[in-house]
């Protein structure tokens, strides 16, 4: 797929959904849970820092954006937003990295399109910028100062462990909808390889997808991995990847896809094919894909939380410019961990879970 290298930017397990969503709201006290290009290094005691995310058309993005947005105004941040031209776009991300260096900025928060935008970090950050990754870890995770995300690989195993509990021994024909397969990103194998973990199926290498062996046993019965396909995380690229799983293999019962606009395509191009029971597992929690769970269209989905992400990078790097203050990673983590929630309204024994109903009320998009 070819992608045009132009930025666009705008200035600017089950314990009870009680217990769970308390857990969300004390992440989220942690903190102290296309247009003109960046500005300067900001007017009087403002500190200037850009958010630089995969695009600006996906939810999850526009969620991010807004809690930037939020916490800049509270602040005093004079923020600049922008994107590459769609996910993947490494080298529009690059030069709105060159854009906030040449600026003077004080900080950047990027969500990685992959390890071509690393050598622009270290740049940045040589240039004494405080560079702070979100949702998706740098490979290797020194290369930002620090990162705020989902623990993805566990947001994986849930939906993986609430998949086991569901076949409840019966065979499982596996579709992998993935990100990427023309590079590595941390998002992207850490869904993946939780997944299956959580399915019970060696992953051998858990920092490559695929390797692992296309059939075999996971915890409770036998398993046949029919596809590893990418979606690019899009809903078009979602049906695409199904209709080409299908091709393989018609009888797939359990697809496994890296967001939830890849399942929204997936369950298209299963309806499209006459094909109705998959379990379609995902991970996001975006208001769209949490109604999804209340329609039955996906069964499960890991929630996690952009606008937090956001609101705590700012605020991290509003502090550090005005007094030094570093944030620290979570114990036994190379990053901060800003919580995840299995949404299902379907729940299993021993998987932590919320219901769709709760999952809408701290959902976003």
Request: aromatic letters at 4%; charged letters at 25%.
């Amino acid at each position: 797929m070819s992608r045009s290298t132009t930025p666009t930017f705008r200035k600017l397990r089950h314990r009870g959904p009680a217990a769970v969503l308390a857990c969300v709201a004390a992440v989220a006290t942690v903190a102290a849970c296309g247009g003109s290009d960046a500005g300067g290094g900001g007017g009087g005691d403002k500190v200037a820092v850009s958010l630089i995310t995969k695009d600006s058309t996906n939810p999850f993005f526009v969620a991010m954006k807004k809690g930037a947005e939020a916490e800049a105004k509270k602040d005093g941040v004079d923020l600049s937003v922008g994107s590459g031209k769609e996910d993947g776009d490494e080298q529009g991300q690059v030069q709105l990295i060159e854009n906030a260096i040449a600026a003077g900025q004080k900080g950047i928060l990027i969500t990685p399109n992959g390890p071509g935008v690393n050598s622009a970090i270290k740049k940045a950050r040589d240039a004494g910028l405080y560079v702070i990754a979100l949702d998706t870890p740098p490979d290797p995770a020194d290369t930002v100062d620090i990162t705020f995300a989902t623990d993805n690989f566990k947001a994986g195993e849930l939906i993986g462990q609430w998949t086991k509990a569901q076949l409840a021994g019966k065979p499982a024909t596996i579709a992998m909808l993935d990100l990427f397969n023309d590079k590595v990103v941390s998002v992207d194998y850490n869904r993946d390889q939780g997944f299956l973990t959580g399915m019970g199926i060696d992953t051998k290498d858990k920092q490559k997808n695929g390797d692992e062996d296309k059939t075999g046993k996971y915890d409770g019965g036998d398993y046949t991995i029919v596809c590893n396909e990418p979606t690019q995380g899009a809903e078009d690229g979602g049906r695409t990847a199904m209709e080409n799983c299908l091709t393989k293999n018609p009888d797939i019962n359990v697809v496994y896809t890296i967001n939830e606009p890849a399942a929204t395509g997936a369950d298209n191009a299963l309806k499209a094919a006459g094909k109705t029971g998959a379990l379609i597992v995902s991970v996001d929690g975006g208001c769209d894909g949490v109604k999804e769970v209340t329609d039955g269209v996906i069964g499960a989905t890991a929630q996690q939380y952009p606008l937090k992400m956001a609101e705590l990078g700012v605020k991290a790097i509003a502090d550090y410019a005005k007094n030094g203050t570093k944030p620290s990673t979570s114990p036994g983590l190379d990053f901060y961990d800003t919580g995840v929630a299995l949404v299902t309204d379907k729940p299993v024994d021993g998987v932590e879970s919320i219901t769709s109903a709760d999952g809408s009320k701290i959902c976003w998009g």
